[in-house]
């Protein structure tokens, strides 16, 4: 499953966009087992947690396999017993 920033003024097109990337990871069952590989767009998200929290409230963040708008804590809520990879 993979997981899109979207910030104010993004489209649904921006989640082609390598930057709109958070990270992905496999669900096995319907569960989420392994490692998160984490995209550029979670260094931004981390970014604007630290320097912006102000923005916070205007982020989208969607999968590739839903159309719903995910919350920032249900993002992390669902990635939080994975281990996190960075490149």
């Not at 569960?31 to 923005?55: C, H, Q, R």
């Not at 396999?65 to 939080?80: D, G, W």
């Amino acid at each position: 499953m993979q997981f899109f920033l979207l910030m104010p003024g993004d489209t649904e097109e921006d989640t082609l966009n390598e930057a709109n990337l958070l990270g992905e990871y496999t669900p096995t069952n319907g569960v989420a087992l392994g490692t998160f590989w984490a995209g550029s767009a979670l260094k931004t998200l981390m970014t604007i947690v630290d320097k912006e929290p102000e923005l916070l409230q205007y982020i989208k963040i969607r999968t590739d396999m839903s159309n719903r708008a995910f919350t920032i804590e249900e993002f992390l809520t669902s990635i939080q017993k994975l281990k996190i990879r960075m490149a």
